[in-house]
């Protein structure tokens, strides 16, 4: 399923009560799990004793989650609930009417503990035909191959030189995001202004954060 190896299947349905019943949910979170997921599968488990690879420095084991869905949208606060309940890195597949969906978030272990993570940016793929969302398992490592998986969903989003590593590709995407917000955050505020010497000193403010972004674009493609 997915292109993924058979020896990695697993196939054990998880009720969803378990990610608000057993954590600190809200109840805002809680209706959005009853509204908007049917049924949660654990499909696969990607690890040393299922592809015959070596364990990463940071991944140990790369979760599939199969998150079927009574809609075709999925509030991005769930997954995070999700990842928060469970330890290792996670891919989820959102089905919906024979259409798939993949997510998954840069997931880092923190310096408090062995099993503690901090999820950054999702990156997802576009809605599909389920047969037409397959993956491929790249790497040596289970470092190597969550890298891969990341790189395949965000697509050209992180999109980067040959050997970069994975974390400094998202840090860039972030800058590049944090930019936009501020350059569009920054024009808004300019239309709003009557007085023309305020106007011209938020333009150069502008104009001062689109060269930061163009030199952060160039960076990531090697200009």
Known sequence: M???????EF???IPKQKFYDHMDCTPALK????EQIHLIYWRNKLAETTLNLAAGKTVTEIEVLEVRLHGPQLDETVLRQIDKGIPYHILFILTYEGKAQAWIGYKERTASGHCAYKVGQYYHTAWMPEEKLQFQIEGLNLDAVYESLV?????????????????DTIARDEQRRQLEKQIAAL????HKEKQLNRRMEIH?????LENELLACIGERNGY
């Open 2 to 8: 997915f292109g993924l190896p058979a020896s990695t």
């Open 187 to 190: 024009e808004r505020k300019m």
């Open 11 to 13: 196939g054990r349905r």
């Open 204 to 208: 150069e403010q502008v104009k001062r």
């Open 31 to 34: 209706r959005l799990f009853v």
């Open 151 to 167: 790189r395949q969903i965000a697509g050209e989003v992180l999109q980067a030189d040959s050997g970069e590593r994975l974390k």
